[in-house]
């Protein structure tokens, strides 16, 4: 008999592989759902590493719903607008973001670290603080009869649970055992720098900016912590994309040098920001390859299925890598809650969130939000132009930015539908 999720009958407890955003909303959204879970990661510590990530309003909608918003905006910046330059600083789009956009919920732009603190310590607070297993490293899965049963490396006894969740992230072990002939990574032909400076506030104090175009140098740069000193300093978090022929590895703690693409920057004198200036005052600077990989054709094996970053890895183009890891963790609870056997649980998420995500990486791939810059580039020849009405209208504009939100899942309507349900 396949195992049925009952409230008469207690379940074995659902193993969550993966202490990332994904892993940690799965074990906080399960638990207020009142089903049993516990959390295995390979980390014997949480360490705060990483730069700034982006929480979209269908992200902190769900995020809100699990009793997280107050804490999460207390260390995060609620940002309040985009705005997108050319190369020379010249303005060709500004668009309210979040609660003033008419959302019901804000839009987030948190230090990675600050928003694993946040979830780690609910988890630990509801779940006990025995629920994340630390120092487990996952080597292999498999389904016996009615249980999922899980490996871990050093000697460690196996798991055994009602289903196994793999959160494990770019490099994950379980998608690497389902589908051990998938082709590497897909590389776009640019590299990222990533670093975080202490700056004073620019624009509204609260704008995600973003600037120039790939072939000639691009940047993205948001506030990512308020008053970090008693100057009134903010964190401010800052992306360098830049052509680069050879991809490097995906390592999300890889030191980089400042010399390799400062000078694509070194004339970025804005009014609002001194971005080499800014550049050159962060602590550390990181690089990362901008890479996806293919949508997968299936998740799912016996009792054991994908999520977050394990399932649908994207180029970072269009704020969505940690929301669609949110949304998968809320689509996995429903479907427990709606009970049947686990296997058919398993199916009917893989059946929802494989083919939004699927839809999100191709998306990221061709016309994200940013292709505004990309699409005003190729119509100036990169020069600076007199007046962007006489380039490309506003309708083209929003075009794109609303393009890519009805895809993403988080149109006005979308948001609203998540906030009240
Ligand atoms: C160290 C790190 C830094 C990052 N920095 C940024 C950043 O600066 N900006 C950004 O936008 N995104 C960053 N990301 C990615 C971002 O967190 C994800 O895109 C998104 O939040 C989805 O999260 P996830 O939980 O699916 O994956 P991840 O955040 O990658 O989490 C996966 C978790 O699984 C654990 N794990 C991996 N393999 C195993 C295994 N075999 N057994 C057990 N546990 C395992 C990992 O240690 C990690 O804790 C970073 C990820 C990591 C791991």
Not at 50 to 78: D, F, I, M, Q, S
Request: aromatic letters at 8%.
């Amino acid at each position: 008999m396949p195992r049925q999720i009952d409230k008469a009958s207690p379940m074995q407890d659902i193993l969550i592989l993966g202490a990332g955003p994904a892993g940690l909303t799965l074990a906080l959204s399960l638990h207020q759902a009142g089903i049993p879970c516990r959390v295995y990661e390979q980390a014997p510590e949480i360490k705060a590493v990483g730069v700034g990530v982006n929480l979209l309003p269908h992200a902190v909608a769900e995020l809100a719903k699990l009793g997280l918003l107050e804490a999460l905006r207390k260390v995060a910046v609620t940002t309040d607008e985009a705005q997108f330059f050319n190369r020379y600083g010249q303005l060709i789009h500004a668009e309210k973001l979040g609660q003033g956009a008419g959302y019901p919920a804000p839009q987030l732009s948190i230090h990675r670290a600050d928003l694993q603190d946040v979830l780690l310590a609910a988890t630990r607070a509801r779940l006990g603080p025995d629920a994340v297993h630390l120092g487990h490293r996952v080597t292999a899965v498999e389904t016996q009869g009615t249980e999922a049963v899980v490996h871990f490396a050093d000697g460690k006894p196996s798991a055994r649970g009602s289903a196994a969740i793999a959160a494990d992230g770019v490099h994950s072990t379980v998608r690497k055992q389902f589908h051990p002939h998938e082709t590497g990574f897909h590389y776009t032909g640019y590299n990222m720098w990533r670093g975080v400076t202490a700056w004073k506030p620019f624009l509204t104090g609260a704008t995600m900016t973003r600037a120039g175009w790939l072939a000639d140098g691009k940047m993205v740069i948001y506030p990512i912590r308020n008053n970090i000193d008693a100057e009134g300093r903010q964190l401010i978090n800052w992306v360098a994309e830049v052509e680069w022929p050879n991809p490097i590895d995906r390592d999300w703690n890889r030191r980089g040098k400042l010399e390799d693409f400062l000078p694509f920057f070194a004339d970025w004198h804005f009014p609002w920001l001194d971005v080499p200036a800014m550049m050159q005052a962060a602590e550390v600077v990181l690089e990362f390859p901008m890479v996806d990989q293919d949508p997968l054709p299936w998740w799912t094996q016996g009792l054991v299925t994908l999520m977050g970053d394990a399932a649908h890895p994207m180029v970072p183009r269009g704020s969505n890598g940690a929301g669609q890891s949110i949304l998968d963790a809320v689509a996995l609870t429903k479907a427990f809650v709606s009970g049947g056997p686990v296997a058919g649980v398993l199916a009917s998420y893989e059946a929802e969130r494989r083919p939004a995500t699927s839809a999100v990486v191709l998306q990221n791939r061709k016309a994200p939000p940013d292709a505004l810059l990309g699409e005003v580039y190729k119509r100036t020849g990169n020069k600076p132009f007199g007046r962007i009405e006489d380039v490309i209208s506003r309708e083209e504009l929003l075009a794109i930015t609303n393009g890519y939100k009805q895809v993403a899942g988080y149109t006005l309507e979308d948001v609203a539908r998540r906030a009240a349900g």
